[in-house]
Structures are given as C-alpha cells and as structure tokens.
C-alpha cells in the first residue's frame, strides 16, 4: 500500500491500528468543523488523549495533510468495521454552523485525493447509496454527529460522479485515431485570422478566446490537450498552436498531451505517442518534476514515485514513498513528484516498455 503523491504535510498520529486489518475498499469523507490548517490539525491528532485521527486532511487552501499511513486504520468516523476498510479524510471549513461550508478549493482537492485513492487501491468506482452499504460513507452514517456538515453531505453524490468519471478517462486518444496528422502552418507571430494554424514563439500568443491552443515544448512534445482558450503561456524554448475555426478542429482532432509534434516544410506533423520531458539527470527533484537518475543513488525524499528501467523495460509498477533508491550500473529510475509522479503511475506499469533518452532529455512509453 502507498500514500498519495498529492501530500503536502505529513505529521503521523499515535492514534492508529497498525497495520489494518482489511484491505482499502471504502472512502470516508468528514469535515473538521473549524478553519484548521494541515498544520493545525497534526496537532489536534498529536496527543494520545485525543483518542482521534485521519488518514489524511484537506484545509481550505487545498493543501493536504497526512496523519495516519494508508496502510494502517485511523480513528476516526467511530466505527472500527468501516474504518479498517476505509481512507478517512477531513476537510476544513470555511464557514460555521448551521451550513459548514467548505471553499472550492477544498472540494476540487477532496475530489482529486479521491481519484488518486482509486486508482492506487484499485478501487473500480464510488458508489453513495446514502447509506453504510455504499463504499463512500459519512461519520454521520455510524455516529449522532452533524459530520461532514449539511454543505459537504449535499456534495456527495457530485464528488461520486465526478471522481468516476475521471476515474473511467482511459488513456485518451485523439478522436481521428490517425498515427501522424497533418496540416498546414498559416505562420509564425502573426494575428490569427479565419481557419489559420498559427505558431507563436514569444512569452504569450495574445489571441482571442475563439480557438484552440496546444503548448509544444523544447523538445517537440505537447504538454496538455488542446484547449479552447486565448493568449496562452508559451513553453520556454517551444511554441503554442493556435487554431481557429477548421485549423481549432484539426488540432483538437489530431493532438493529445504526449503527442510528438514537429513542422516540416511549412507543414504541422502531430505523431501519436505517449512522451514527456525531463526536468534533468542525475539533479535534485523539485516540484511536480520528472528526474532521471543513470548512477550512484537517487538522493530523493520518500514523496514521490520511483521505478526502475532495465533494458528498456520498467521492472516493477512505479512505487511511492521509499526515495533515495540504488541505480543498478547501465539502468536508468525515473523519478516523478507531484504531476509527474502521478504521470508514471498513470503511464508505466511493470512490464512496459520505456525509453530515457537523456542527452535530448526526455522519456517515450511504448
Ligand atoms: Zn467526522
């Protein structure tokens, strides 16, 4: 069992069974009626008098905290059968009685710590009946408690349906299913007329709203689908597209994040392919970054995915929380934190194949 790649702030309760003694098939949502940060809630579940904890907690800025390891039981929604089988999470409130709201950057962050349970327990979807049968469950399912709040209980069926829904995005091709596409490029830094392709090399492409825009970074790979927005950042040492009209539905139809795409002859080639560039070799990992490490150990922290690469292949399923691995002689770990970390678990599973080119700097999943 791992911990989530999206935790901010560890500081691990006494208040736990160690280990827990079924396996994760449940998620328990609560709030902590009061405006407490990550922080402040280490402490409240510090002392062995409080006889409480969380496996994880959200505060109204959408950092998250970590107080119990996924591998052991919390105590937290006072029912050991649901909690031994469950992740408890608590959210902040920025609001009081009677509602106990929650700010949107909570929810959105719930939602996402949600998604990354799944995925990493292989739980298939969240299921809310409304009642303990379901495997998303309430504090006030077990208890006479207004936990989690009129306000977050009325989410629930939202926080089901959006974190299926992104739980059921298969890896996402482009809708015309072409290995290479091609369109004509209208020009470089200039205005974007009527079903123009358009290239811009500045800071920003200063366009309308009226199109849709991919960033293609330094080394040729789109680092986000196509989306219908205007003055887009451009990547440093890349470019942006941007499409209006019949050239906006080109590069929906024929560009996803990952794709390798290049310009030959005045021409737009987008190649299907599933890449994404290093953030540097054998260097400190930083933020939501990609490393690749090709000797010695890695140095890392354990808040990250690390997998090994031997002969072009990934040895295990990427592996959260040990960090500081050894670098077998002629092979390569990858090692990815935040987004990054989440796009190796997403990616590379034991088995696949993976290239690390690291004079260009960057990695191909075949
Ligand atoms: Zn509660």
Redesign the pocket.
């Known amino acids: 069992m791992s911990n989530s790649s999206l935790v901010n702030y560890t500081k691990i309760s006494p208040n736990s069974n160690n280990p827990r003694n079924s396996a994760i098939k449940k998620i328990t949502i ?2 902590c009626a009061g405006n407490v940060t990550v922080e402040a809630l280490g402490d409240v579940f510090a002392p062995v008098s409080r006889q409480a904890s969380a496996n994880y907690g959200i505060d109204s800025d959408g950092r998250v905290g970590m107080y119990v390891e996924e591998k052991n039981r919390a105590w ?2 006072s029912s050991g059968e649901n909690d031994h089988q469950a992740i408890t999470i608590e959210v902040a409130n920025d609001g009081g009685a009677p509602d106990w709201h929650v700010s949107d950057k909570a929810l959105a962050k719930l939602i996402e710590l949600c998604v990354d349970i799944c995925k990493r327990n292989g739980i298939q979807s969240l299921n809310y009946t409304g009642d303990a049968s379901g495997n998303l469950t309430r ?1 006030n399912m077990f208890a006479a ?1 207004t ?2 709040g009129p306000y977050l209980q009325g989410k629930f069926p939202y926080i089901a349906d959006e974190v299926n829904r992104r739980l059921n995005q298969s890896v996402e091709k482009a809708p015309s299913g072409r290995i290479a596409a091609y369109h004509k490029l209208d020009g470089t830094d200039v205005g974007r007329g009527a079903d123009k392709l358009i290239r811009y090399t500045g800071v920003r492409t200063g366009t309308n709203v009226y199109g849709f825009e991919v960033p293609i970074d330094r080394n040729g790979i789109a680092t986000r689908n196509p989306e219908y927005v205007g003055n887009s950042a451009v990547p440093a040492g890349g470019y942006v597209l941007s499409g209006h009209g019949e050239a906006g539905q080109w590069l929906y139809a024929n560009v996803r994040e990952g794709y390798q795409v290049g310009i030959y002859d005045g021409n737009v080639k987008a190649v299907q392919a599933c890449c994404k560039s290093l953030d540097g070799v054998n260097t400190g990992r930083g933020e939501n970054q990609l490393i690749a490490y090709t000797r010695g150990m890695t140095g890392t922290n354990p808040y990250g995915f690390e997998v090994c690469i031997v002969d072009g292949v990934a040895t295990t399923d990427p592996v959260y929380g040990e960090g500081n691995i050894i670098v077998a002689d002629g092979t390569y770990v990858l090692s990815g934190h935040g987004t990054a970390g989440q796009w190796l678990f997403n990616n590379v599973k034991k088995g696949t194949r993976v290239t690390v080119d690291t004079n260009i700097g960057f990695v191909k999943v075949e």
């Open positions: 609560h709030h937290t929604s504090h408690t936990c989690p």
